[in-house]
């Protein structure tokens, strides 16, 4: 008898371990998001700026995503459907979205005065947009009959006390000027 109750005790401790190590493990990483334009998943990536108190130098998120051997796909997305931002869990107290022209290369193509910052504000930790033109996208003095510009999004995402904060990024195509 009492080494079915060491036993039981023994596996009791063992499963509480495992949940510890699996909770603060999952705080120690940024939570996920799930982005749905129209119909279409957007794939992102996410990269820490500062967390748990250690400062992340690292590369720009667009010239990752756009870099060669890259298994992320640039989808289209037609001018005027709607991005729908949900985090899975643990929203952040704070939260921008940037919308910037790029190059094929997820190189920023403008300076940062034509970089447009899309108002939301997140609710139930999620929050939605329109997708609309960029204005900066007729400033090229080519035309380009049937232009396609690249669109990167940046977000920010930082969490009060603690000074986590984060970056996710996702690229599309649309239509431009």
């Not at 060669?68 to 929203?91: C, D, L, Q, R, W």
């Not at 940037?98 to 005065?113: C, F, R, T, V």
């Not at 690249?150 to 996702?170: D, L």
Request: hydrophobic share 40%; glycine share 6%; aromatic share 10%.
């Amino acid at each position: 008898m009492k080494k079915v109750i060491m036993g039981i005790m023994f596996i009791l401790l063992t499963t509480t371990l495992i949940i510890v190590c699996i909770s603060k493990k999952s705080s120690k990483e940024p939570p996920e998001l799930e982005i749905i334009i129209g119909d279409k998943k957007i794939e992102y990536i996410t990269s820490k700026n500062t967390w748990d108190g250690a400062i992340y130098d690292r590369l720009c998120a667009f010239k990752t995503i756009m870099k060669e051997g890259s298994n992320v796909e640039i989808p289209y997305i037609e001018i005027g459907k709607t991005a729908m931002i949900s985090f899975k869990n643990n929203p952040p107290s704070k939260f921008t979205i940037s919308d910037i022209l790029i190059d094929e290369n997820g190189k920023q193509m403008y300076s940062d005065k034509v970089i447009i910052n899309i108002p939301v504000e997140l609710k139930d930790g999620k929050c939605s947009f329109e997708i609309k033109k960029h204005f900066a996208s007729a400033l090229s003095s080519v035309y380009v009959e049937n232009k396609i510009d690249y669109r990167g999004f940046k977000m920010i995402a930082s969490w009060g006390e603690n000074k986590n904060e984060c970056e996710y990024a996702f690229i599309i195509r649309t239509d431009g000027f």
